[in-house]
């Protein structure tokens, strides 16, 4: 679409990302005369090798990435004085486009938890049945088959994810379960499959796509939503010209930008706290101050270990370098789509709770919150452990060696802050980002446990070497949980490495050093996981919401969001399954309020690669 454009369209997206395509893929589909926009800063990703291969979602991270926008957090004391990084996608498909397609779905439960009518569990397994074709296995009553977005095993099976699974079912005593995507089931080893991205769901001709263009603000005719102004993207479009342009909106207006995105469209539309409105000079349309709270995420760590010489990893591919088996990896899977090149890494892991003696090491800070929200709630993990086959990307910077890696996140912390617009010194805009991790006492803890388990499990299996030195905590001289050179696992009876006060100590400092992916390059111990959320909560208005559950934004009318900002609470999974459930439910209820009758399927060949 040529910029400067000066046209009206039925619907305008604000955004490009997981949900939006959702969104306007199914009512493009359901009603083919509806005009619809898509306005997205990034540029488009359809075909391209560093959106389809998955061992190419690293570079995406690195700091000189045009396919990431980085989000400067403010100093914060739990973080050892450090600031925090998080980055979000900034390209059509959003999150989808950039991550390493890990697929995992939360507890039904979340969803009851949201307390938004119309968004219970009851009323979301259809969607989610509607969202994919589950080829793992038949007939499983929660899945769905034939749909747009495929779940399957990877390319290939690794020997090291069969290893963690083995060791995590004897040493650790969990059982094994093939599908722990259920919506229930938890506390088991499983493989972990993949699915593919999503670019757009719909043939493009039935809507309009316009790459590299940022939403400044959205229009309003009194308290109607009525068109946005936009400009080019000065990251995806540097050398675009700059000036604005308008396009109305005649039916609605979505807002799908994301945690970060959609909360600063808000703020400068006049939407969002007085006070933090007047001080950037926005004349203040809708006092609400829920704006921008409550931001959260969950907390990764990422720890390596070396591995046996002749282990088969992904290191080879991470390393972006033109090697034998990275070369014959390539050309396997342009033959049948297998190899390395159709495998995530991280195909095998535990939704894990903590057992009886687990949870004494815990201590006390953890206790009130096990005991006020997991203790009842079987189907709550505390964390996800899993195994990645590779240092996925990290050996950019480590000897040319094999390497794996223990991945672990807590789901549900307590922890959460904020997210605004500022403006500088120069009247430039910036974002005021608190982002409030570890500031409760209680989210540190079960990191601290799941550093210990995930090293104890990985040292009990055959691969393993030892712990990469700079990629875990600095315990003092003469400590057992000092890392060392070894030349094979222990038993799997071994006792487990004692810590001392000192040596937690050490865990927690390193914990602390918490950064978004790959900020601190190829050194970072530990960073944060995106999606984000919370950032325009459905909640009652009186609750700090920003939304109903029809979406509408509180106080003006045509104007909706539909994207991870939306969650009012944390969800127990990779937040890109959820982000496209959020686009079904949310494609339903625009069709509904514009009168069109939902069909139960809808599929198309440019849906899915």
Known sequence: ????????????????????????????????????LILEGGQHTL????????????????????????????????????APIVQCAHYVGGGSSVNAMRYTRGPASD????????????????????LETYQVQPDRPTHGYGEPIKVSSCGCKLVVSEEFIHVGTTYHKRQYVEDTDDLETCNTY?????????????PLTRFTS??????????????????????????????????????????????????????????????????????CNI????????VGESYQDHNLVFASYFAAEGTVTMDPLYLEEENDVAQKNLAQWKIDGKSLVAQNSSDAKIKWRPDDDELKATGSAFQPRWKEFFQDRPDKPVALLSLCAGSAGFSHNLPRRKYIAANYFTLYPVSADSIHIKLDENGQEGIDFNAGFLDDPSDIVPLILGYKKTREIIRRM?????????????????????????????DLNAPDIIYTAEDDNAIDRYLRCVQTTWHSVWTAETFMLSPELRTCAMKPR???????????????????????????????????????????????????ELGIECQSSWKSPQSRL
């Open 190 to 202: 499983s493989v972990r499959h993949l699915n593919f991205f999503l670019h757009v769901w719909s």
């Open 210 to 279: 316009a790459m590299g263009e940022r939403v400044k603000h959205v229009i309003f005719q009194d308290k109607r939503a009525v068109g946005v102004e936009f400009a080019s993207d000065p990251v995806s479009c540097p050398d675009a010209d700059q000036s604005s342009s308008i396009v109305k909106a005649s039916k609605l207006i979505v807002i799908s930008a994301g945690t970060f995105g959609s909360p600063a469209i808000l703020e400068r539309s006049g939407i969002g706290a007085e006070a933090i409105l007047k001080r």
């Open 1 to 36: 679409m040529p910029h400067p454009i000066t046209s009206e369209f039925d619907i305008i997206f604000a955004g490009g990302g997981s949900t939006a395509c959702v969104v306007a893929g199914r009512l493009a589909a359901l009603h083919p005369s509806l005009t619809i």
């Open 462 to 490: 055959p691969s393993y070497r030892s712990e990469v030195p700079m990629d875990h905590p600095h315990f003092p001289q003469g400590s057992a949980a000092v890392c060392g050179e070894t030349i094979g696992p222990v």
């Open 542 to 592: 009186t609750d700090q919401g920003v939304i109903d559950a029809r979406l509408n934004v509180y106080g003006v009318t045509n104007l909706e969001v539909a994207d991870m900002s939306i969650a009012p609470i944390n969800v127990g999974t990779n937040t890109y399954w959820t982000a496209l459930l959020i686009g079904e439910k949310a494609a339903m209820i625009i069709a509904d």
């Open 111 to 130: 969803f009851d938890d949201w307390g938004a009518e119309g968004w219970e569990s009851e009323n979301l397994i259809p969607l989610m049945k509607k």
């Open 47 to 82: 075909n391209q090798a560093a959106h389809v291969r998955l061992h190419k979602f690293t570079t995406h991270l690195v700091p000189t990435s045009t396919t990431m926008t980085f989000n400067d957090g403010n100093l914060s004391p739990r973080l050892n004085g450090r």
């Open 283 to 290: 004349k203040p349309l809708v006092d609400l101050p829920g």
